[in-house]
T-cell receptor
Framework: DTGVSQNPRHKITKRGQNVTFRCDPI?????LYWYRQTLGQGPEFLTY????????KSRLLSDRFSAERPKGSFSTLEIQRTEQGDSAMYLC??????????????FGSGTQLSVL | GENVEQHPSTLSVQEGDSAVIKCTYS??????FPWYKQELGKGPQLIID?????GEKKDQRIAVTLNKTAKHFSLHITETQPEDSAVYFC???????????FGTGTRLKVLA
């Protein structure tokens, strides 16, 4: 399978706990994105990496959220001190540059987070 | 701020009929408009996209039209089949940013 892989698929946690999600992008893609999707809504941009550099962050990404891509391959998204409002589907996507033009995003199946 | 509105939120059609989903964007700098299909328990999958230098693009039963003046773009699915049932999202982005603004989605049901 050469698609975007996300783990775990589901995560249930208690309020106040920390959680970490992993994303493995398509191997030749150097750009990686995190989006959040709540029920009945479209995905909302969280952050974006080019190789290991985090180049853009949304205002949605509070101080409790941190994302890394240490070697420019897989990425992790950590949420500290989870709140019930963090319950959502966390989607990872990757893309490869197309000569500076807009790029096609390929999404993983997401991690569904439920904070009790 | 940037915004993409999508209508309708739900759409039911008989198998074989056509379905049309419409989106409006606010950022005049937007120049790339992809459409995604999301099935239950899966991430969004790109089905077709259009760039601002083109007014229409077609891929088999799926077509997208763009009206830059009105800031409208639409997805057209002809000869719908039950497997077309899913949630469809439009999105917009502009050069120089890697942030896509998504619409709120349209749940399409194709009735056999």
């Amino acid at each position: 399978d050469t698609g975007v892989s996300q783990n775990p698929r589901h995560k249930i946690t208690k309020r106040g706990q920390n959680v970490t999600f992993r994303c493995d992008p398509i191997s030749e893609h150097n750009r990686l994105y995190w989006y959040r999707q709540t029920l009945g809504q479209g995905p909302e941009f969280l952050t974006y990496f080019q190789n290991e550099a985090q180049l853009e962050k949304s205002r949605l990404l509070s101080d409790r959220f941190s994302a890394e891509r240490p070697k420019g391959s897989f990425s992790t998204l950590e949420i500290q001190r989870t709140e019930q409002g963090d319950s959502a589907m966390y989607l990872c996507a990757s893309s490869s540059p197309q000569g500076g033009a807009n790029e096609k995003l390929f999404f993983g199946s997401g991690t569904q987070l439920s904070v009790l | 701020g940037e915004n993409v509105e999508q209508h309708p939120s739900t759409l039911s059609v008989q198998e074989g009929d056509s379905a049309v989903i419409k989106c409006t964007y606010s950022d005049s700098a937007s120049n790339y408009f992809p459409w995604y299909k999301q099935e239950l328990g899966k991430g969004p999958q790109l089905i077709i996209d259009i760039r601002s230098n083109v007014g229409e693009k077609k891929d088999q039963r799926i077509a997208v039209t763009l009206n830059k003046t009105a800031k409208h773009f639409s997805l057209h699915i002809t000869e719908t089949q039950p497997e077309d049932s899913a949630v469809y999202f439009c999105a917009a982005s502009s050069s120089g940013t890697y942030k896509y603004i998504f619409g709120t989605g349209t749940r399409l049901k194709v009735l056999a």
